[in-house]
């Protein structure tokens, strides 16, 4: 894992019919490909397509996968070869196109009839794609997930959550806080991983200190049919969202109800949004050596991750990578286990449905050791947990810790089975 760190990508969306650039996005330090090369990538695809054979991805130095949606989007990504399976990439391709569909709607990309007009109105969706692309901090897009946040006190913002989305006429409605999703009505979970995922990431995109009207598109729930999402700064960073139909107009919800519904909970909010990005409190139980984690509940459609705790005498600085470096063994360390190691859970198909591995056995637990780090993972239907200690730790002492942390966080409030707000 220690060469696999994940170092540019370049993304190309053309349509399928006839070969021709809609856009391309791209992360890190990557040449620009010149026309006559994407045309070669598409042909390729094409090829292949015409004597009946699915083109998944090839590798060279580099590895492309091409994946085609409803018979007239084409998408390709060059990436740097991490060794691990193409399941996480042709997964952040399904996500890309679920952003195309959610600003424009499946029936403009089935059916496209103006090439130029498509361009243009695929512009919006660039903030979101780039966020999907570059986003090392949130691991939802890589766990089709929502990214949330342990705040202790969920109770003090769920119940006015409930009565402002009450009042805007809707069931569907959430508080994000530095990005992260802090309390949700019912409704609000019933949504796909992907579509929860994009909502988030889409307002994570918003401009601070705002307040929008946008007609989106959820891609599983209702491809075809927009709905209206609001989007209300409550405080810098502090985002409260509801989906609903044509009324209240945006006007009418921050006159009549933002004050009335907020106002008085105004304490809450600000221990919320202090938190930062750190996605847990200060009182939370963390196990001696650890210096990162994920943890995912694929039937509730949770992730929680972090590699933020105080620095501690136990960990010398010279032992603990860097804030960046410890991001990305995070990320790579799901991406190298899941789909090799542990099954990819393929929730939205078909509830616990799994893509198989090439095991006689299903492992359970897993780790590996490098020169600055070490790392744990478990199994444990429908959790998984992905634990990074320092290099000190003892190899030894490395799974009764992971276990414990992983017991400590199936205690919290965000991952009880309590109906309300979860």
């Given amino acids: 894992m220690e060469d696999s760190l994940p170092r540019s990508i370049y993304l190309m969306c053309l349509t399928t019919a006839g070969g021709v ?4 996005r791209s992360k890190g330090i990557v040449k620009q490909l010149a026309f006559a090369e994407i045309g070669m990538l598409y042909g390729v695809q094409m090829f292949a397509q015409n004597h009946d054979v699915e083109l998944q991805s090839t590798t060279t130095d580099s590895r492309v996968l091409w994946k085609v949606f409803s018979d007239s989007i084409t998408l390709i990504v060059v990436v740097d070869d991490d060794d691990s399976e193409d399941c996480h990439y042709l997964n952040l391709l399904q996500n890309i196109f679920n952003a195309m569909v959610f600003f424009v709607g499946l029936d403009s990309l089935e059916n496209i009839k103006n090439v130029e007009r498509l361009r243009k109105d695929l512009k919006c969706c660039y903030a979101v794609v780039d966020s999907l692309l570059n986003d090392c901090e949130f691991l939802g897009g890589l766990t089709n997930s929502v990214d949330v946040s342990l705040f202790p006190d969920i109770n003090l913002l769920q119940d006015p959550l409930e009565v402002f989305v009450n009042s805007a006429g809707s069931t569907h409605g959430c508080v994000h806080s530095n990005g992260l999703l802090v309390c ?72 009549q109800l933002v004050e009335a519904c907020w106002l008085p909970h105004m304490e809450p909010m600000r221990a919320c949004l202090n938190m930062g990005t750190k996605s847990i409190s200060s009182s939370f139980a963390i196990e001696q050596g650890v210096i990162g984690f994920l943890f995912i509940n694929y039937v509730q459609k949770k992730c929680l991750s972090t590699v933020q705790f105080p620095q501690t005498a136990a960990i010398p600085a010279s032992k603990l990578p860097s804030y960046e470096r410890r ?35 299903t492992p359970k637990e897993t780790y590996i050791c490098g020169p600055d780090y070490k790392a744990y993972a478990i199994d444990d239907k429908p959790y998984q947990l992905f634990v990074l200690f320092a290099s000190n730790v003892p190899q030894y002492a490395i799974r009764s810790l992971s276990q414990k942390q992983m017991s400590n966080l199936k205690k919290e409030k965000m991952f009880s089975t309590d109906k309300k707000g979860s």
């Fill in 327 to 361: 991001l990305e063994l995070l990320s790579c360390f799901y991406r190298n286990t899941v789909g090799t190691i542990f099954p990819l859970v393929k929730q939205e198909v078909e509830q616990d449905s799994e893509v198989s591995i090439p095991f006689t056995h």
């Fill in 21 to 24: 650039p809609l856009f391309t």
């Fill in 184 to 255: 949700a009505t019912n409704k609000w979970w019933t949504l796909t991983g992907f579509e929860l995922n994009l909502l988030a990431t889409f307002i994570r995109t918003l401009p601070e200190n705002t307040a929008s009207d946008v007609p989106i598109y959820l891609p599983d729930a209702s491809p075809k049919i927009p709905h209206r999402l609001l989007s209300i700064h409550l405080l810098s960073g502090l985002v409260v969202s509801v989906l609903c139909g044509p009324s209240p107009s945006l006007d009418a919800v921050k006159s």
